[in-house]
């Protein structure tokens, strides 16, 4: 069984910052990616942030230059950074890993609970 395990959401006010993380636990052979999603109510999953085993990341256009994606390989987490946010950041986050369970398993995608973040003032 694998877990994702989220935390670090909440309220924060406009040009605010916050930080993420997502722990991911159980039986794990590789992972070959973790990632953040976003969704508001009503709309589809969208991808915010991605990060490789090798260290490569890719952002989602609106938070270019605002959130830093990274990883604590030796722990299995992944976090994400998010400074100067906007309302329309607010969202529920998703932290997702693209992984094998042992080297006879497919690679699947497993997904965490979500977590919260709203900017307000």
């Known amino acids: 069984q694998v877990q994702l395990v989220e935390s670090g959401g909440g309220l924060v006010q406009p040009g605010g910052s916050l930080r993420l993380s997502c722990a991911a636990s159980?039986?794990?052979?590789?992972?070959?990616?973790m990632a953040w999603y976003r969704q508001v109510r009503g709309n589809q999953r969208d991808l915010v942030a991605r990060?490789?085993?090798?260290?490569?990341?890719n952002y989602a256009d609106a938070v270019k230059g605002r959130f830093t994606i990274s990883t604590d390989n030796a722990k299995n987490t992944v976090y994400l950074e998010m400074n100067d946010l906007k309302p329309e950041d607010t969202a529920v986050y998703y932290c997702?890993?693209?992984?094998?369970?042992?080297?006879?398993?497919?690679?699947?995608?497993?997904w965490g609970q979500g977590t919260q973040v709203t900017v307000s003032s």
């Open positions: 997702n890993a693209v992984l094998q369970r042992t080297r006879w398993d497919p690679i699947r995608n497993y």
């Open positions: 159980g039986s794990i052979f590789s992972i070959n990616s």
């Open positions: 990060i490789t085993a090798g260290g490569s990341a």
